[in-house]
Antibody, heavy 116, light 107 residues
Framework: EVQLLESGGGSVQPGGSLRLSCAAS????????ISWVRQAPGKGLEWVSA????????FYADSVKGRFTISRANSENTLYLQMNSLRAEDTAVYYC?????????WGQGTLVTVSS | DIQMTQSPSSLSASVGDRVTITCRAS??????LAWYQHKPGKVPKLLIS???TLQSGVPSRFSGSGSGTDFTLTISSLQPEDVATYFC?????????FGQGTKVEIK
C-alpha cells in the first residue's frame, strides 16, 4: 500500500527556516517523480516543487524559487523540502504527492505557520 | 506553463440535482486530469484520475469525461455529503496545475 507521511511543520518567524520530510512506503521513491503541494488558509491548492525519479531534475514554483530546495534520500525512501527565508505568505498545509502510473497519492499534510 | 480554468467558482443545487463542473486546459494534456473533493481540515480526496477513471470506493454518481483540453466532472444526483470544494488538476508533468476550485452547496 502506498503511503506518504509528512513531518517537520511548525511555527517559525519570518525569515526563518524549516525542513519538511515525507517518508514514503509501499513503493520505491527513486522510481517516481514526486511533488510538494500546499494550501494556504482559505485558498486553493498550489503546486510548490517537484523532483524527477532520477533525481537529476528539480522544478519550483516562481513563488518559492531561490528560497526552497527539494531533495531526496533514496536510502531512506524520504523526500525533503528545505524552506529558507520564510514569509507570512508561505503559511500553509504542505502535502507531498506522487504520481504512480495514472494515480496520485497524497500524504496527510503538515502545517507550516510563519508569523512574528 | 499550462493554465487550468475551472468553472463555476461556486454553485448551489438541490438534493438530487445533476451538477456539472468544467475544467479547461490552455494546452492539450491528453488524459492527465484528476478531480478531487476537498472538505475543510481534510486531505484532498482523489475522485477521478485519467480524466474518467473512478477511484475505488467513490460513489458511482460521480463521473468524469473529456480529453485534450476540455474536461467535465458530473455528480448525477447531488447528496448532502457532497458539499465540498472540487478541484481539477493536470498532472502530465511539472508543474502540476490546479483549477481554482468549485464550492458546491445545497440549496
Amino acid at each position: 500500500e502506498v503511503q506518504l507521511l509528512e513531518s517537520g511543520g511548525g511555527s517559525v518567524q519570518p525569515g526563518g527556516s524549516l525542513r519538511l520530510s515525507c517518508a514514503a512506503s509501499g513503493f520505491t521513491l527513486s522510481n517516481y517523480g514526486i511533488s510538494w503541494v500546499r494550501q494556504a488558509p482559505g485558498k486553493g491548492l498550489e503546486w510548490v516543487s517537484a523532483i524527477r525519479g532520477s533525481g537529476d531534475t528539480t522544478f519550483y514554483a516562481d513563488s518559492v524559487k531561490g528560497r526552497f530546495t527539494i531533495s531526496r534520500a533514496n536510502s531512506e525512501n524520504t523526500l525533503y523540502l528545505q524552506m529558507n527565508s520564510l514569509r507570512a505568505e508561505d503559511t500553509a498545509v504542505y502535502y507531498c504527492a506522487v504520481r504512480i502510473n495514472w494515480d496520485i497519492f497524497w500524504g496527510q499534510g503538515t502545517l507550516v505557520t510563519v508569523s512574528s | 506553463d499550462i493554465q487550468m480554468t475551472q468553472s463555476p467558482s461556486s454553485l448551489s443545487a438541490s438534493v438530487g440535482d445533476r451538477v456539472t463542473i468544467t475544467c479547461r486546459a490552455s494546452q492539450g494534456i491528453s488524459n492527465y486530469l484528476a478531480w478531487y473533493q476537498h472538505k475543510p481540515g481534510k486531505v484532498p480526496k482523489l475522485l477521478i484520475s485519467a480524466a474518467s477513471t473512478l477511484q475505488s470506493g467513490v460513489p458511482s454518481r460521480f463521473s468524469g469525461s473529456g480529453s485534450g483540453t476540455d474536461f467535465t466532472l458530473t455528480i448525477s444526483s447531488l447528496q448532502p455529503e457532497d458539499v465540498a470544494t472540487y478541484f481539477c488538476q493536470k498532472y502530465d508533468g511539472a508543474p502540476w496545475t490546479f483549477g481554482q476550485g468549485t464550492k458546491v452547496e445545497i440549496k
